[in-house]
């Protein structure tokens, strides 16, 4: 990525807009229970470190049903399946938000790198958290 204020790589921007907005989109059209996530009928991945050692061992499991619920309106299931699926899905659309903003000005601006960055460390934040939440839970 270019420094900020320089222009932009108009193809890395154009790509990462449609991964996010790819996200949105696959996370909108779940059906998301708490047993788990289908789109079309169709199951979604099962991780192979929570299906080995229970969902507690595993960071991130339930962040993908979580986020899902999330997008959707459901709350409550998205806390119930990961604490941390509302702040993923806010990261989604923040990120849709910075980078369609990158893509207007054709330039990285200094606050789009420091949103970046920030919503990085808040990501990774917010699972930690979350899963320090389940592992406290009964």
Do not use: K
């Amino acid at each position: 990525m270019p420094a900020p204020g320089n222009p932009l790589s108009l193809r890395a921007a154009a790509w990462r807009t449609a991964g996010l907005v790819g996200a949105l989109v696959v996370g909108y059209s779940a059906t998301a229970t708490r047993d788990g996530a289908t789109w079309f009928g169709v199951r979604g991945p099962r991780c192979p470190l929570g299906t080995c050692f229970g969902p507690q061992a595993c960071p991130g499991c339930g962040l993908l049903r979580s986020t899902a619920a999330a997008l959707q309106g459901d709350l409550q299931l998205a806390w119930a399946c990961h604490p941390a699926g509302p702040v993923v899905a806010f990261l989604l659309l923040a990120g849709t938000l910075v980078h369609f903003d990158m893509l207007r000005q054709r330039h990285e601006r200094r606050w789009h790198l420091v949103a970046r960055r920030a919503g990085y460390a808040l990501f990774a934040t917010a699972v930690a958290v979350g899963w320090i939440v389940r592992l406290a839970s009964p």
